[in-house]
């Protein structure tokens, strides 16, 4: 079972204040993603990325950065915090199966309160 | 852009009672998958499946691409199926982009 490992696991930011989210995967999985999930809602794409080095936009990119140093590590980081940006954020990665299936595994989430 | 829309947006059922979960996207997905979100917030995948039928346990995934739909049959419910089911498509091939449907948040009582 892939393992994908978020921290922390909750925190509080004040509005305007730098927020970094990490995650780490150990399968050595090319893609890694974060979702932002709002209370009553489904996942949106925030960013992704499918190699170290390189970060692609996802949905809804404005207001987050990400940063994949290494194939394992995947940050997203909130540069201005805003009371908007309150949600629960998962990160996932993904492999590529002999069919081009693929499956997500998810890591088990950062709760963010902004204040 | 991919729209996807699920249904119902909430269900309650006896334990023991079948369960049909319907997901439909408004362009043609390359990529489907049926997720499961535990009370706590854990999700996982349920199933691959971009077309045809797949099973596994109590759980049977149904997709048919030219109608855009696919279902999530359950099976003789259990508590345990209690929390949120949420369909997500990619129709971009090599690109991994899943957008995820609201969801259908199934609480089943004993």
């Known amino acids: 079972e892939a393992a994908v490992t978020q921290s922390p696991r909750s925190k509080v930011a004040v509005t305007g204040g730098k927020v970094t989210l990490s995650c780490h995967q150990t399968n050595n999985h090319d893609y890694m993603y974060w979702y932002r999930q709002d209370t009553g809602h489904g996942l949106r794409l925030i960013h992704y990325?499918?190699?170290?080095?390189?970060?692609e936009k996802g949905d809804i990119p404005d207001g987050y950065k990400a940063s994949r140093p290494s194939q394992e590590n995947f940050s997203l980081i909130l540069e201005l915090a805003s009371l908007s940006q309150t949600a629960v954020y998962f990160c996932?990665?993904?492999?590529?199966?002999?069919?081009?299936?693929?499956?997500?595994?998810f890591g088990s989430g950062t709760r963010l309160t902004v204040l | 852009g991919q729209q996807v829309q699920q249904s119902p947006a909430s269900l309650v059922l006896q334990e023991g009672e079948n369960a049909e979960l319907q997901c439909n996207f408004s362009s043609t997905a390359t990529r489907l998958q049926w997720f499961y979100q535990h009370p706590g917030g854990r999700l996982v995948s349920l199933f691959y499946n971009p077309s045809g039928t797949k099973h596994t346990g109590r759980l049977t995934s149904t997709t048919v691409t030219n109608e855009r739909r696919s279902s999530l049959h359950i099976s003789s419910s259990q508590t345990t199926d209690s929390g949120t089911y949420f369909c997500?498509?990619?129709?971009?091939?090599?690109?991994?982009?899943?957008?995820f449907g609201a969801g259908t948040r199934l609480k089943v009582i004993a």
């Open positions: 997500a498509i990619d129709r971009r091939s090599g690109n991994y982009k899943y957008v």
């Open positions: 996932a990665s993904s492999d590529l199966g002999p069919r081009g299936a693929e499956t997500l595994y």
């Open positions: 990325s499918y190699v170290a080095d390189s970060t």
